[in-house]
């Protein structure tokens, strides 16, 4: 009898590994963390020492992306690391990196593709000149245009029909309506993918571009019932607010109050978050623009063959880590050793709504020790096991947040005791996405 599958994250090595190639840029992005108001990243390149000391876990890697906060073809020897981890690697195995494109020439990309890259994938977060210049400040659409043809260039005269060109969209409201044309553009220039994401806000200025709600899936399913509920029966749950520390209530206005409380139970026992403000707030409008362009995307990638990856439209309930789930292990430039992109670099994130500082999660560093035995040790196996039991709250939607656990400069614990900060971790819930 065979033996039982090993799931990733408890296999005695990482299956994917998100390698910072370097942290440096040639761009100025509006919503780069690294554009932040207080951010810390000192820049630096990997260097090869460093990449030599990830060779164990090459053997077992499925997947190795060279990219963190910096623009990968700034790096170094990045050919050479290609080629190296390609003779190590399994034949099933890829390797890829995220680029804004603007050193991609016809001679860097027949490089790139004889070195044995597998999947490139570059930014555009615009359909018009306009909007992509507004966004990446210092790129223009025809540097996309031209990197792209240099890659498709490359992807026949190499011989290599496998090789997978995307593009990735960060979503916001200014470029929302760009979407359907951006992918339609994109796949008229040999792309076969897209990679769509909502924006992470890093400062307060950019929290009014997110498209999205933080109310949950399974939240709005069960408000939309009741709301049809109250509706049919004529009760105003609107005025629940108003009416709830009022005592000396008619019977109408009990009858609200009774009817929203039957709400809140309802969520309890369902196990859903459930922040009733926010509900009655709830610009719907907002969410229709999101679920037709979303539509509209579809179809283009329908019509188009694009392999298109969306996000959520809105947070899942449920809670899913693919970093953690797939055995990902992050590495920063300089060795450090992190669980996922959330807990790579420090930043000040505005995603939840509220300022929520982020402090990098390091469980070791390469230059001390082999990337198995940090992967192995106590620490970062526990890690793995706690996150995933997913018994942790949802703080965006949580109605007494922001509280002092999570707006503490140097997270400790959240209100379950949990020691990992993933209550309030947006990418977990399906918002953001990234080459993996």
């Known amino acids: 009898m065979d033996a039982p599958t090993v799931a990733p994250a408890f296999r005695e090595h990482p299956t994917r590994l998100f390698v910072e190639s370097t942290s440096r840029c040639n761009l100025g992005c509006v919503m780069c963390m690294k554009q932040a108001p207080g951010c810390g990243i000192t820049d630096g390149d990997l260097q090869p020492a460093t990449f030599a000391a990830l060779e164990p876990a090459f053997p077992n890697l499925e997947a190795l992306v060279l990219n963190g906060v910096g623009e990968p073809l700034l790096t170094p020897g990045l050919e050479q690391f290609i080629s190296r981890a390609r003779t190590l690697m399994p034949a099933y195995g890829w390797i890829g990196f995220q680029s804004n494109g603007l050193l991609m020439t016809n001679i860097r990309a027949v490089s790139l593709v004889n070195a044995g890259v597998d999947r490139v994938c570059l930014s555009m977060d615009g359909a018009s000149p306009d909007t992509f210049r507004a966004i990446r400040e210092g790129g223009k ?104 520390f009022r005592f000396d209530r008619t019977p109408e206005e009990q009858r609200i109050v009774s009817f929203v409380e039957a709400i809140r139970t309802d969520a309890q026992n369902r196990g859903i978050t459930l922040d009733l403000k926010r509900l009655f707030a709830l610009d719907y409008g907002r969410l229709a623009d999101l679920a037709e362009v979303f539509e509209e995307a579809r179809e283009v990638a329908r019509e188009t063959g694009l392999d298109l990856r969306l996000p959520q439209a ?64 106590a620490e970062f196996r526990a890690y793995r096991e706690n996150v995933l039991r997913y018994d942790y709250p949802y703080c965006p939607g949580c109605s007494f947040a922001p509280c002092d656990y999570v707006q503490a400069e140097n997270f400790e614990q959240d209100c379950y005791v949990n020691t990992e900060p993933c209550g309030s971790c947006l990418w977990s819930a399906g918002m953001f996405q990234c080459l993996s």
């Not at 031209?146 to 060109?165: F, H, M, N, Q, Y």
């Not at 060795?335 to 790579?344: A, F, I, R, S």
Request: charged share 20%.
């Open 314 to 377: 809105a947070p899942r309930e449920r809670k899913q880590c693919h970093f953690v789930e797939q055995g990902g292990a992050f590495v920063s430039w300089d060795g450090g050793v992190h669980p996922c992109y959330y807990l790579w670099h420090p930043c000040r994130s505005w995603a939840t709504g509220w300022l929520h500082p982020v402090r990098p999660r390091l469980f070791g560093n390469l230059v001390e020790r082999g990337i198995l035995d940090i992967w192995n040790g």
């Open 141 to 244: 659409l025809n540097d996309l245009e031209w990197a792209l043809s240099a890659l498709t260039s490359a992807k026949v005269g190499c011989g290599r029909p496998d090789l997978e060109i995307g593009v990735e969209f960060v979503l916001m409201r200014e470029n929302l309506r760009e979407l359907p044309a951006a992918l339609r553009w994109a796949a008229a220039r040999g792309v076969t993918f897209a990679l769509v994401s909502h924006v992470l806000p890093y400062d307060e200025a950019h929290a009014g571009e997110c498209a999205y709600d933080l109310c949950t899936d399974e939240a709005l399913s069960l408000f939309h019932v009741w709301k049809d509920k109250a509706e049919l029966a004529g009760v105003a749950i609107h005025r629940y607010y108003e009416l709830l």
